[in-house]
Every structure is written in C-alpha cells, then in structure tokens.
Nanobody, 125 residues
Framework: QVQLVESGGGLVQAGDSLRLSCAAS????????MAWFRQAPGKERDFVAC????????DYAHSVKGRFFISRDNAKNTVYLQMNSLKPEDTAVYYC??????????????????WGQGTQVTVSS
C-alpha cells in the first residue's frame, strides 16, 4: 500500500509556471513507475506524463510536450511536474499515480494502482 499526496496547485495567469509535487509514503517508492494525469470539469481524466522507476525514461502527452517536465527524487519519495508556459486549457485537477508492477510507466490510467487526491490548477487568460 502506498499513499500519495499532491501539492503545489493554484491560480496562475497564462504564461506562468507551476511545479507540482507528489509525496509518497512507504519504503519502496523507487520500485514504482509514476505518472501525472489531469481531469478538467466535465471531461475524462487524461494522461499528462509518466516516468520510470529510475527516472531515466519519460513520456508526455502531445499537448504538454516541451512545456511540462516530469522528474523524481527517489531519496525524497517525491515526483514532480514542472509546468511552464501554462495555458487556460491546462486548467484541471492534477493527480499523481503509482504503478508498482512495471519499471516504465504507461499512458493508461488503468495500469495505475494508487492515486492521490488531486490538486487544482487554474490558469486564467
């Protein structure tokens, strides 16, 4: 069992940056592939980015590639999402997720066993 707690969301203007953090409990954080998803009001939850256990492999949704960057610090049991050049369409609740069964994450939410409670990101125009 692992618990995930997101932080760092807020209200920003278009073009600003934010860094989200996701702190994980437990001693085996380094064995989890991690990911960020987001859900806008009235829409399905969408993949944003994922990172392998070691941090050596990452993948991004096309809509955020080149603007968002996922990273992890296994010593701190934390995964990050650096979001730059934010747009109003990035407004959503952002969730981190953990998959203890694979070394490299995927873009499918169904692969992830553990989820945080989410943090709201609102980008005004």
């Amino acid at each position: 069992q692992v618990q995930l707690v997101e932080s760092g969301g807020g209200l920003v203007q278009a073009g600003d940056s934010l860094r989200l953090s996701c702190a994980a409990s437990g001693r085996t954080f380094s064995s989890y592939a991690m990911a960020w998803f987001r859900q806008a009001p009235g829409k399905e939850r969408d993949f944003v980015a994922c990172i392998s256990r070691s941090g050596g492999s990452t993948d991004y949704a096309h809509s955020v590639k080149g603007r968002f960057f996922i990273s992890r610090d296994n010593a701190k049991n934390t995964v990050y999402l650096q979001m730059n050049s934010l747009k109003p369409e990035d407004t959503a609740v952002y969730y981190c997720a953990a998959d203890p069964t694979v070394a490299v994450g995927t873009n499918s939410e169904y692969e992830y066993d553990y989820w945080g409670q989410g943090t709201q990101v609102t980008v005004s125009s």
